[in-house]
């Protein structure tokens, strides 16, 4: 029979791994509803393909976006890149004229909010979860996101006249700071239409 001093240590016990796990999940969703998909793909109802270039208009990858029932995915792979971690966010344009890529224009925000998940005015609908660039420059990723749609005609639609661009910056996002979370310059493109 546990005493009442084991069972206070046991549920502290429990209570820590609880927190651990929670704290570590948190990591990979940035907001209630985007995220990455580490259980793997969800089932395709309509895609696009987004060829993506780096500064020099090399083809760098591909990113397959899908849509079921009310999450979009995006599927990226990608290499030449710089090891670490990059921000990656829609931007409301579908233009790709490098070398800098400011034709792409700002975030996608038909919500007209604030930048980042963790701004208490945002976020973006553009706003997508950091990526993670290995040490051989290439990234394989799922991101989950229940803010844009493939939906024509809404306005978070990612299929729209003129199209939009999928942007992978040079630095990690820091979730907060308005207009684009310390991100740096746009390193790749693609555009979505």
């Known amino acids: 029979m546990l005493t009442m001093k084991k069972m206070i240590m046991l549920m502290g016990a429990l209570l820590l791994a609880c927190s651990i796990a929670y704290a570590s999940a ?21 895609a696009l393909t987004v060829d993506m270039t780096n500064q020099q208009g090399e083809r760098i990858g591909r990113a397959t976006i899908t849509e079921n029932t009310d999450k979009v995915r995006i599927h990226l792979e990608a290499e030449g890149l710089p090891p670490g971690k990059h921000a990656l966010h829609f931007h409301e344009f579908g233009k790709c004229e490098g070398p ?6 700002s975030h996608f925000n038909p919500y ?16 997508l979860p950091n990526i993670e660039v290995d040490a051989s420059g290439k990234v394989k990723v799922d991101i989950i996101s229940a803010v844009v749609t493939l939906k024509p005609g809404k306005p978070n639609s990612l299929k729209r006249e003129g199209g939009l661009s999928l942007i992978i910056h040079e630095k990690a996002d820091d979730y907060t700071t308005d207009p684009s979370g310390e991100s740096g310059a746009r390193i790749a493109c693609g555009v979505v239409n």
């Open 100 to 105: 800098d890529f400011k034709s792409a224009g």
């Open 112 to 127: 007209h909010k604030q930048h980042g998940f963790n701004n208490p005015k945002g976020f973006h609908a553009g706003d």
């Open 26 to 46: 948190r990591e990979d969703i940035a907001e209630e509803g985007v995220g990455h998909n580490e259980a793997g793909p969800i089932a395709d109802v309509a």
